[in-house]
């Protein structure tokens, strides 16, 4: 099948946040620009729009960017939302589900393939662990909702590959560009699209003392966990001052 109209919804994950790329808007690339260029490659008459923003949250997205994508009136849609929200310390993950069953219902509404993900599985990570259980409970209300709308499921959570770090971001918040390349492969077989991508080479990976890897989780608590959470305190978002990559529908070159 070809797609003509593709439009991208959702947070950084979206974005493309963690696969720089200075030539692009906002200076990254993403999967979501890689599926789009293997998409455009199949028909003369593709466009495609972005209008995901880091740091945003459900309602937000939900708020600011469904009616803007209804009205491009797209054949495919993507949208990752709600890690932002099961990051804060209370969430009603059942209301959030339904609102967001809401919302892929209308994007289904208009005839579009919608395709969502389920939350990465954060098992081996110290620091996402606590939270394990309200990723599990959300992946299984987004399947739910999935199937009572006719939306597909890019399962994440079963995606083990991304236990190793090599694939994400110095952050450890974000898929650095390995993350992302092994995403869009991910993307197109989920749709069933043929295509020529392959996996990035990983770096050697190096092994480390006990005092060096202690120094690197200060570092990063330094670096990135901090202001992570100074922001959530003072109320701010790492996009507050970000617009959408690809506002409108455009093609891709």
Known sequence: MSYHRYVALGDSFTEGVGDPDPDRPNGLRGWADQVAEVLAARTDDFAHANLAIRGRKLDQVIA???EPALAMRPDLVTVYAGANDILR???????????YEEAIGRLVGVGARVLVWTAFDPGGSAVYRPVRGRFALYNELVREAADRQGADVVDFWRLRDYR???MWDTDRMH?????????????????GVEHDLAALELPEQASATRRQAVAADLDWARSFALPWVQRRLTGRSSGDTVNPRRPTLGPVT
Not at 175 to 191: D, K, N, Q, T
């Open 89 to 99: 310390p209370s969430v009603d993950l059942d209301a959030l589900a339904h609102r």
């Open 164 to 166: 190793d770090w090599r």
């Open 64 to 66: 600011e960017q469904l």
């Open 175 to 191: 898929m650095g560009p390995a993350g992302h390349r092994r995403m869009a492969v991910e993307v197109l077989s989920v749709l």
